[in-house]
């Protein structure tokens, strides 16, 4: 049985060996204008991860221009649950603070932010022991946490990817449950933006 620091430090891993390679060979191999070019003749937006835990943080700006200078016009980045709610109904102020500060340094820039919403790996533990111990009250709370993230920044986002790859292998909601994510996810969304779209994705079958 994986721990839950064991299932962390796998998902950081391969997300590494997923994303490093990618930007090795994309601004190593292929070239800057190359990268332009094809963004540009197919109408396409051309966006970055970014993942503010990583060294990134101390100077977000610095990002956000390298993003520009590659001509970037999005970012995308994890609002991580255990960030805004350590706690059940206990909200973080200075991560609030830091994440609309985020938001409002990458508008600056020029650039739109795709949020990812919750996600096994940004999931706080209260959550983790109430999905298994009362199902219907965890649901009532991740709808909850939607809203709240749509009522904060909802005037400035329009893009809100509702969960990260739920069909993970390591991702702690039940598949059968995954289509819940999306229901109480998007409601609570609703409840405070009325101009958004929801994002799904999901990891393709590599092995």
Known sequence: MWSD???KSLYWLLSAFVVVPLAIVGFSSIGVSTIEAA??????????????????SNDINKSFDYVVDLGGTCVR??????????????????????????????????LSVIIVLGGGGGMPQWAKDLYNSNPEAFWQDWKEFCAKIAELYGDRLYNYQIWNEANHGLDPINASDDYKL???????????????????????NVL
């Open 39 to 56: 963004a540009g003749s197919s109408g396409a937006s051309w966006g970055f991860n970014i993942h503010p835990s990583g060294p990134e």
């Open 77 to 110: 980045t994890d609002i991580r649950w255990y960030d805004i709610e350590p706690t059940n109904n206990s909200w973080n102020q200075d991560k609030i603070t830091w994440y609309n500060n985020y938001i409002n340094a990458a508008n600056n820039k020029g």
């Open 182 to 204: 999306f229901i109480y996810g998007g409601q609570g969304i609703a409840s405070q933006d009325t101009s958004y779209r929801r994002i799904i994705n999901v990891m393709c």
């Open 5 to 7: 620091q064991k299932k």
